[in-house]
Each structure stands twice: as C-alpha cells, then as structure tokens.
C-alpha cells in the first residue's frame, strides 16, 4: 500500500530552523508532485508550496515564500520542507500530500490528493 510517513518537527525557539521530511513507500516521486501544507490550531489547513514530479516550484503563499525551502532526495524518495526564521505563528501540524505528476492550480486541502502524510507537529516557543 503506497505511503507518506512523515518525521522531523518538533520544538524549536523563535529564530531557529527546521526540516520536516516526507518519505514515499510505494509510489516513485519521480512521478508525483508533493504539496506542502500546515495547519495551526483552530484554522483551516493551508497550502505552502508545491514540487511537481519534474522539481518545478509552486508558492502558494506570498507571505511564506522566503521562508519555505522544498527538495527532493530523489535517491531517498523523500520531499524536505525547510524552514527558516521560525515564528510562534508557525507553530502548526506540517502534512505532505501526494498527487500524480504535477501540482495542479491552487492549493486547497478539500483537493482529492491521492495519498497524505501523518502530518508533523512543529511548536516554536521559547
């Protein structure tokens, strides 16, 4: 049964970074574009950024553009989410998403995406 098992978060201070890793089991993401979201506590689930199957880049976010790094390990099957210059604001559930080849317009988490991550919980505190 494909899958995306999610790692990394955790807590950080205000300022710190950190990476949150998606790691596919049973799909080849050399064929599936990854889509990055977050959701804070009592909010909706919001898109970052996606990657299509090719490493095209889609921001979804103005504000969270310079802040948001995506990569691929193509070796390890895995996506990365980086993040730099942590705020309290980012504390939320991070969750990866799969669907096939590219990202497709818009990043709304009500999309039929194919396969999901756990989702990662990212806290910034000091």
């Known amino acids: 049964q494909p899958q995306l098992v999610q790692s990394g978060g955790g807590l950080v201070q205000p300022g710190e970074s950190l990476s949150v890793s998606c790691a596919a089991s049973g799909l080849n993401l050399g064929y599936w574009a990854i889509t990055w979201f977050r959701q804070a506590p009592g909010k909706e689930r919001e898109g970052i950024s996606c990657m299509s199957a090719d490493g095209d880049i889609t921001h979804y976010a103005d504000s969270l553009k310079g802040r948001f790094t995506i990569a691929k390990d193509s070796v390890k099957n895995t996506v990365y989410l980086q993040i730099n210059g942590l705020k309290p604001a980012a504390t939320a559930v991070y969750y990866c998403?799969?669907?096939?080849?590219?990202?497709?317009?818009?990043?709304?988490?009500?999309?039929?995406?194919?396969?999901w991550g756990q989702g990662a919980q990212v806290t910034v505190s000091s």
């Open positions: 998403a799969a669907e096939f080849n590219l990202c497709h317009q818009g990043a709304d988490a009500r999309y039929p995406y194919d396969y």
